[in-house]
């Protein structure tokens, strides 16, 4: 289920995505009786969900990744890389997996399709999460859904659990960043048509580049602590839900309901 995409890809293209990953999900992952993660959509090439595995198995020793792709020839081209741990499966937005996965990740699969079938997407997806477990203080597994450029330099995804969409986390190689609002062209589909005024994301943004503007004789001791200034003035004034450790890599996460597009539902 699904429609085939241009199946662009590079080696180590999602590395920003996937050390985030690691870090907000290796509990969940640790704690599962089934670790399993899937790569949606890995493109023309496997490298993706081979280094998915490795980062992943930092972090959780036990997990299986799980690529799956709806062009065949792109499954069987990837066979041959089939390893312990990974296995490579044809399929779409159906997620064919046994039992429920602990993360589906989708990166640059949902650029092309249109702003109006994202919700119904992410619905299907959410709804093949691994439940939170109230008993052990899990939260249930993770969705992230977002777009990066062509070598990983700059990245925007949406974190969606089992209710919905929960968090929003730009991340960028700084050293190539002139101002944070150049991220705006790496937004998911669910936000991209909305870096328009009157609407919350393009206000984050616009707040972003003033602190980014107010930081700037930070600039002298390198464009991280410029960044982590930065977000700290943002942080007065948006909800932000990391701290430094994470803002030292570039990152900064944002609570979806502030960024949220207006007069439209997603799940949860």
Not at 182 to 197: F, G, M, S, T, W
Not at 215 to 226: F, L, T
């Amino acid at each position: 289920m699904g429609t085939v995409t241009r199946g662009t890809t590079n080696p180590n293209r999602l590395r920003r995505m996937d050390r985030w990953i690691a870090h907000a999900l290796g509990r969940e992952l640790r704690c599962a009786a089934e670790p399993v993660a899937v790569d949606l959509g890995y493109g023309a090439a496997p490298w993706t969900a081979v280094e998915l595995l490795g980062r992943l198995r930092s972090a959780a020793p036990r997990v299986r990744v799980v690529g799956v792709e709806i062009e065949p020839g792109r499954v069987a081209a990837a066979r041959p890389y089939e390893r312990d741990g990974l296995v490579f499966r044809h399929g779409g937005f159906e997620v064919p997996v046994a039992g429920r996965p602990v993360l589906v990740r989708a990166a640059n699969v949902l650029r092309q399709y249109d702003e109006d079938e994202v919700a119904g997407v992410w619905e299907r997806l959410c709804a093949r999460l691994a439940p939170a477990d109230p008993a052990s203080g899990g939260r249930g597994g993770l969705l992230v859904e977002g777009t990066c450029d062509e070598i990983g330099r700059r990245h925007v995804w949406v974190a969606l659990g089992p209710e919905g969409p929960r968090t929003v986390t730009f991340a960028a190689r700084l050293g190539s960043l002139e101002r944070p609002s150049d991220l705006a062209e790496r937004l998911p589909k669910a936000l991209i048509h909305r870096n328009v005024p009157g609407e919350a994301v393009h206000a984050f943004l616009r707040d972003f580049d003033q602190a980014w503007a107010a930081s700037a004789p930070y600039a002298s001791y390198g464009a991280r602590q410029r960044w982590i200034r930065a977000v700290r003035h943002l942080a007065a004034d948006w909800p932000v839900t990391d701290g430094p450790g994470r803002w030292r890599q570039g990152e900064v996460t944002v609570r979806w309901e502030a960024l949220a597009p207006r007069g439209r539902a997603f799940p949860g």
